[in-house]
Antibody, heavy 118, light 112 residues
Framework: EVQLVESGGDLVQPGGSLRLSCAAS????????MNWVRQAPGKGLEWVSF????????YYADSVRGRFTVSRDNAQNSLFLQINSLRDDDTAVYYC???????????WGQGTLVTVSS | DIVMTQTPLSSPVTLGQPASISCRSS???????????LSWLQQRPGQPPRLLIY???NRFSGVPDRFSGSGAGTEFTLKISRVEAEDVGVYYC?????????FGQGTKLEIK
């Protein structure tokens, strides 16, 4: 069974940093690209970042470029998102999403909540 | 960036009746490989999103056949043939053709 479990969300002050993690299981992690997608409270979905299976291809939304860094450890079946210079509008649930063959967002984690507040 | 526009934003439906959601993209979603990477997601209350339809009209594993997708180019539609209580939630279209990825605003499906 495919499982994606996010962790690392917390209450952080503006300007602070966090490292989100996503533990993958039930599939060959190194064969799949992965996305981070976030959802502010009561709002819609916003794509944040993509990393290819070998980390060669990496993309960011304009709203996070320069502040967020996506990475992965295929040996540990883990995906990461380093978030720096946090702003109030970064408050959201962050989802780890597998990009299946044929470009499907086929599996989503339960999400981890990041709250930015003083 | 490709802008995805959904209509309606809210859809009250009677149980057992059909429902339809439209999604328009600001530019063609046809990829250079010939595929159109338009997906539909369902988000039930308190749950993460779930993939329903991919590449315009392909139902994902386990998705009931009352859900169907259609369209081409820049105009797409999600149809539910007979709405059931478990279909309540928010539906999003999303394009996977190019980065940055973009989503529609979401359409809230509720029971009358």
């Amino acid at each position: 069974e495919v499982q994606l479990v996010e962790s690392g969300g917390d209450l952080v002050q503006p300007g602070g940093s966090l490292r989100l993690s996503c533990a993958a299981s039930g599939f060959t992690f190194s064969n799949f690209g992965m996305n981070w997608v976030r959802q502010a409270p009561g709002k819609g979905l916003e794509w944040v970042s993509f990393i290819g299976s070998t980390s060669t291809a990496i993309y960011y939304a304009d709203s996070v470029r320069g502040r967020f860094t996506v990475s992965r450890d295929n040996a540990q079946n883990s995906l990461f998102l380093q978030i720096n210079s946090l702003r109030d509008d970064d408050t959201a649930v962050y989802y780890c999403v597998r990009l299946g063959g044929g470009r499907l967002d086929d599996y989503w984690g339960q999400g981890t909540l990041v709250t930015v507040s003083s | 960036d490709i802008v995805m526009t959904q209509t309606p934003l809210s859809s009250p439906v009677t149980l057992g009746q059909p429902a339809s959601i439209s999604c328009r993209s600001s530019q063609s979603l046809v990829h250079s490989d010939g595929n159109t990477y338009l997906s539909w997601l369902q988000q039930r209350p308190g749950q993460p999103p779930r993939l329903l339809i991919y590449k315009v009209s392909n139902r994902f594993s386990g998705v009931p056949d009352r859900f169907s997708g259609s369209g081409a180019g820049t105009e797409f539609t999600l149809k539910i043939s007979r709405v059931e209580a478990e279909d309540v939630g928010v539906y999003y279209c999303t394009q996977v053709t190019q980065f940055p990825r973009t989503f529609g605003q979401g359409t809230k499906l509720e029971i009358k």
